[in-house]
T-cell receptor, first 111, second 112 residues
Framework: LAKTTQPISMDSYEGQEVNITCSHNNIATNDYITWYQQFPSQGPRFIIQ???TKVTNEVASLFIPADRKSSTLSLPRVSLSDTAVYYC????????????FGQGTTLQVKP | DTEVTQTPKHLVMGMTNKKSLKCEQH?????MYWYKQKAKKPPELMFV???????INESVPSRFSPECPNSSLLNLHLHALQPEDSALYLC???????????FGPGTRLTVT
């Protein structure tokens, strides 16, 4: 299973764009990169998933370079309600159904 | 209905008690999961059910006993727990094991 590494914490201000980078050097050919968000005392929530290049949805964008050894979650114009823990996970045929959460990145958005 | 519900929200039990946690989803998902999350730590997978059969047990102690009575329900039976088992227990479901997981709000368990 590919191990992921992300910053432990980040600070930002309301209205800014936030980019959280995740390293996954041992990602396999069949693996996807997936991001979840978790607020205190709630279950994680799926944000976005991608395989390569760029994926965008109504919440975030995910940028994956050609070598796929890292990925960047981009949150446009964050608000206070985006304060949460963000988890980067690698999922694929070798670990189907097994979400292995790393330590995640605690994002603190300030007014 | 895109919700996973869990009951109870909070549970306090003694080490000799037997209790059960309940999880329910009505999204037609065929995979369901139990996770344990300690304070300020990431969730840890405990069990996976796929099409009502146990497909993954992450070497969880036998004092935790999962049960999947039907495709919408998942139970976690608790017996002779230890204080270190106090945690947030999260249930999740997905269309099958290949798809993104939807999590419930969790049951906050305290073992005294």
């Amino acid at each position: 299973l590919a191990k992921t590494t992300q910053p432990i914490s980040m600070d930002s201000y309301e209205g800014q764009e936030v980019n959280i980078t995740c390293s996954h050097n041992n990602i396999a050919t069949n693996d996807y990169i997936t991001w979840y968000q978790q607020f205190p005392s709630q279950g994680p929530r799926f944000i976005i998933q991608g395989y390569k290049t760029k994926v965008t949805n109504e919440v975030a964008s995910l940028f994956i370079p050609a070598d796929r050894k890292s990925s960047t979650l981009s949150l446009p114009r964050v608000s206070l309600s985006d304060t949460a823990v963000y988890y980067c996970l690698v999922v694929g045929s070798s670990n189907t159904g097994k979400l292995i959460f790393g330590q995640g990145t605690t994002l603190q958005v300030k007014p | 209905d895109t919700e996973v519900t869990q009951t109870p929200k909070h549970l306090v039990m003694g080490m000799t008690n037997k209790k059960s946690l309940k999880c329910e989803q009505h999204m037609g998902h065929r995979a369901m999961y139990w996770y344990k999350q300690k304070a300020k730590k990431p969730p840890e997978l405990m069990f996976v059910y796929s099409y009502e059969k146990l497909s993954i047990n992450e070497s969880v102690p036998s004092r935790f006993s999962p049960e999947c009575p039907n495709s919408s329900l998942l139970n976690l039976h608790l017996h002779a727990l230890q204080p270190e088992d106090s945690a947030l227990y999260l249930c999740a479901s997905s269309q099958d094991q290949s798809y993104e997981q939807y999590f419930g709000p969790g049951t906050r368990l305290t073992v005294t």
